[in-house]
């Protein structure tokens, strides 16, 4: 009997072993202490924020010449912003600004000219004004001598009217004030006169219109009042009627006096 009281005592002695691994989880527990550790880290981060926030302060400094250099392109050429200039093809027109393009991966400089009544802008290369002959406004002197140039008497050469035409418009696209004064003493006609024809008279009013805005603009006044003064000084011209042996001799040169076209039945009347 003693030795089966003692087996149950060995079987006690067995269990108490197995609240050992209770004790062993324990310092597992110590492991999460770790972790306040590394969230210690993080806090030296922002020290680093400040340094990459002052990196952008620097690009808006990068970017202000390029503000700068738009401002400082006033003048190219010999010509300003705001200045009044003759574009042959188109006339009297004003420079609005001096802009910069990029065209095809190539900076391009540009005047930006405004023509008022023909509501039209215009953008040309900077480098290619003296090729187009955009020039400045005509000196006073020049325009007196465009005016006088109405007073005196009109050469017609007995030619083909459409090869008159293309003379006519050469001259008219060229820019010459004095030249353009040329053409609206030739193609003028007074009351009694034969009246013009739809293209002589469609020529007539472009280099009218060509010389009274460029007379308006130098002499500060309106275009009404430079038609007036043009149309004063043709009243003074001489009568067509009676042609000048030079004239006459320049149309025997030419030689084409066989036209059947009704603009040179008046050219062949006056030369009779």
Known sequence: MPNKTAKPAAKATVAKPAAKPVAAKAPAAKAPAAKPAASKAPVAAPAKAPVAAAKPAVKPAAAAPKV????????????????????PAHG????????????????LELFVINFIKDK??????????ANVGMRKLSEPALVKKALETLKGRARVKRTMW????????????????VAIAEVVRDLFRSES???????????????????????????????????????????????????????????????DTDDTDGDDTTVADEAA
């Open 68 to 87: 700068e250099e738009k401002k400082v392109v006033t003048q190219r050429q010999g010509f300003k912003a705001n200045e009044f200039v003759v574009y």
């Open 120 to 129: 039209m802008t215009l953008r040309v290369p900077t480098a290619k004004v």
């Open 92 to 107: 009297v027109g004003q420079i609005l600004a001096i802009e910069e393009q990029e065209i095809a991966g190539a900076k």
């Open 193 to 255: 006169q034969p009246e013009q024809s739809y293209s002589e008279r469609q020529l007539y009013e472009a280099a009218l219109d060509r010389l009274s805005r460029e007379i308006a603009v130098v002499q500060h006044s309106t275009e009404t009042e430079a038609v007036k003064e043009i149309e004063a000084q043709l009243a003074k011209s001489p009568r067509r009627g009676a042609k000048s042996e030079t004239a006459e001799g320049e149309a025997d040169a030419e030689g």
């Open 162 to 177: 459409s090869r008159r035409a293309q003379e006519y418009e050469a001259k008219i696209n060229s820019g010459d004030i």
